[in-house]
Protein backbone atom coordinates (compact mmCIF):
# COMPACT_ATOMS: atom_id res chain seq x y z
CA UNK A 1 0.00 0.00 0.00
CA UNK A 2 2.70 2.79 1.12
CA UNK A 3 4.69 1.70 -2.43
CA UNK A 4 1.63 2.87 -4.30
CA UNK A 5 1.26 5.65 -2.72
CA UNK A 6 4.97 6.67 -3.23
CA UNK A 7 4.39 6.10 -7.24
CA UNK A 8 1.42 7.66 -7.11
CA UNK A 9 2.63 10.99 -5.38
CA UNK A 10 5.52 10.57 -7.92
CA UNK A 11 3.41 10.85 -11.18
CA UNK A 12 1.33 13.35 -9.67
CA UNK A 13 4.42 15.45 -9.28
CA UNK A 14 6.23 14.49 -12.56
CA UNK A 15 2.10 15.54 -14.46
CA UNK A 16 2.28 18.77 -11.93
CA UNK A 17 5.64 19.85 -12.83
CA UNK A 18 6.90 20.83 -16.40
CA UNK A 19 9.95 21.95 -18.23
CA UNK A 20 12.63 22.19 -20.44
CA UNK A 21 15.71 24.31 -21.54
CA UNK A 22 17.83 24.99 -24.48
CA UNK A 23 21.16 26.44 -24.99
CA UNK A 24 23.19 28.01 -27.95
CA UNK A 25 26.08 29.29 -28.35
CA UNK A 26 26.80 33.46 -29.87
CA UNK A 27 30.30 34.59 -30.40
CA UNK A 28 28.83 38.45 -29.19
CA UNK A 29 26.21 40.05 -27.90
CA UNK A 30 26.60 44.38 -27.65
CA UNK A 31 24.20 46.26 -25.46
CA UNK A 32 21.90 48.16 -28.02
CA UNK A 33 23.57 51.28 -27.27
CA UNK A 34 26.66 49.67 -29.12
CA UNK A 35 27.15 50.01 -33.04
CA UNK A 36 27.81 46.38 -34.11
CA UNK A 37 28.32 47.74 -37.19
CA UNK A 38 31.50 49.79 -36.41
CA UNK A 39 32.49 46.31 -33.59
CA UNK A 40 32.59 44.47 -36.91
CA UNK A 41 33.88 46.31 -39.71
CA UNK A 42 36.50 48.59 -37.44
CA UNK A 43 39.09 46.79 -35.16
CA UNK A 44 38.13 48.13 -31.11
CA UNK A 45 41.10 47.41 -28.59
CA UNK A 46 39.30 45.74 -25.64
CA UNK A 47 39.72 45.02 -22.10
CA UNK A 48 38.44 41.18 -20.72
CA UNK A 49 36.78 41.85 -17.38
CA UNK A 50 36.29 38.13 -16.76
CA UNK A 51 33.19 35.80 -16.56
CA UNK A 52 29.84 37.13 -15.86
CA UNK A 53 26.48 35.76 -16.37
CA UNK A 54 23.29 37.29 -16.46
CA UNK A 55 19.37 36.35 -16.16
CA UNK A 56 15.74 37.76 -17.23
CA UNK A 57 12.45 36.27 -16.53
CA UNK A 58 8.38 36.48 -17.45
CA UNK A 59 6.20 34.86 -15.37
CA UNK A 60 2.72 34.10 -16.40
CA UNK A 61 -0.87 33.45 -14.06
CA UNK A 62 -3.60 31.67 -15.08
CA UNK A 63 -1.84 32.21 -18.47
CA UNK A 64 -3.37 35.47 -18.80
CA UNK A 65 -1.73 37.71 -16.77
CA UNK A 66 2.15 38.87 -17.41
CA UNK A 67 4.95 40.12 -15.28
CA UNK A 68 8.97 40.69 -16.02
CA UNK A 69 11.17 40.94 -18.67
CA UNK A 70 12.63 37.73 -19.79
CA UNK A 71 13.87 39.40 -23.04
CA UNK A 72 17.64 38.73 -24.03
CA UNK A 73 18.47 42.58 -23.30
CA UNK A 74 17.59 42.13 -20.22
CA UNK A 75 19.99 39.81 -19.24
CA UNK A 76 22.52 41.19 -21.07
CA UNK A 77 21.96 44.07 -18.77
CA UNK A 78 21.54 41.92 -15.68
CA UNK A 79 24.84 40.59 -16.77
CA UNK A 80 27.17 43.76 -17.62
CA UNK A 81 25.61 46.32 -15.46
CA UNK A 82 27.67 44.62 -12.29
CA UNK A 83 31.41 44.42 -14.03
CA UNK A 84 30.87 47.59 -16.08
CA UNK A 85 30.68 45.77 -20.25
CA UNK A 86 29.85 47.12 -23.08
CA UNK A 87 29.76 43.09 -24.31
CA UNK A 88 30.02 39.78 -23.88
CA UNK A 89 32.35 37.84 -26.21
CA UNK A 90 32.23 34.01 -26.49
CA UNK A 91 28.16 33.57 -24.84
CA UNK A 92 26.30 31.09 -23.93
CA UNK A 93 22.37 31.59 -24.17
CA UNK A 94 19.43 29.24 -22.67
CA UNK A 95 15.86 29.66 -22.29
CA UNK A 96 13.88 27.60 -20.23
CA UNK A 97 10.17 27.41 -19.49
CA UNK A 98 8.49 26.18 -16.41
CA UNK A 99 5.17 25.56 -15.74
CA UNK A 100 3.24 23.96 -12.87
CA UNK A 101 0.52 22.33 -13.28
CA UNK A 102 0.24 22.51 -16.78
CA UNK A 103 -2.69 20.96 -17.80
CA UNK A 104 -4.91 24.14 -15.85
CA UNK A 105 -1.66 26.93 -16.59
CA UNK A 106 -1.91 28.25 -13.39
CA UNK A 107 1.27 29.76 -13.00
CA UNK A 108 4.45 29.38 -15.36
CA UNK A 109 7.53 30.95 -16.04
CA UNK A 110 10.40 31.58 -18.79
CA UNK A 111 13.96 32.92 -18.34
CA UNK A 112 16.75 34.03 -20.56
CA UNK A 113 20.61 32.96 -18.85
CA UNK A 114 23.43 34.75 -20.98
CA UNK A 115 27.15 33.71 -19.72
CA UNK A 116 29.97 34.60 -21.11
CA UNK A 117 33.34 36.55 -20.77
CA UNK A 118 32.29 40.49 -20.24
CA UNK A 119 34.51 43.13 -22.41
CA UNK A 120 34.80 46.96 -22.04
CA UNK A 121 35.61 48.39 -25.19
CA UNK A 122 38.89 50.86 -24.98
CA UNK A 123 39.32 53.93 -27.43
CA UNK A 124 40.91 53.50 -30.35
CA UNK A 125 44.61 54.54 -30.80
CA UNK A 126 45.24 57.87 -32.06
CA UNK A 127 47.14 57.76 -34.72
CA UNK A 128 50.60 60.30 -34.48
CA UNK A 129 50.15 62.92 -36.47
CA UNK A 130 53.16 63.65 -38.57
CA UNK A 131 53.99 67.20 -39.58
CA UNK A 132 53.15 68.21 -43.30
CA UNK A 133 56.36 69.01 -44.98
CA UNK A 134 57.86 72.28 -45.74
CA UNK A 135 57.51 74.56 -48.77
CA UNK A 136 60.12 73.90 -51.52
CA UNK A 137 60.88 76.81 -53.67
CA UNK A 138 60.27 75.67 -56.99
CA UNK A 139 63.72 76.77 -59.40
CA UNK A 140 62.40 76.44 -62.22
CA UNK A 141 59.79 79.53 -61.81
CA UNK A 142 61.27 83.00 -61.56
CA UNK A 143 60.92 85.22 -59.66
CA UNK A 144 58.24 87.81 -60.49
CA UNK A 145 59.86 91.13 -60.16
CA UNK A 146 57.48 94.36 -60.54
Do not use: H
Not at 9 to 31: F, K, M, P, W
Not at 53 to 73: E, M, N, Q
Not at 79 to 99: E, R
Amino acid sequence: MRTKAITLATVLAALALAGCETSSQIGIITRPSADPGAVLRDPQPYRQLGMTKGRSCRYFLLAIIPWGDGTVTQALDDALTPVGGDALINVLVTSSLYTFIPYFNVFSFGCTTVEGVAVSFEPAPVPASTPAPAAIPDSATPPINP
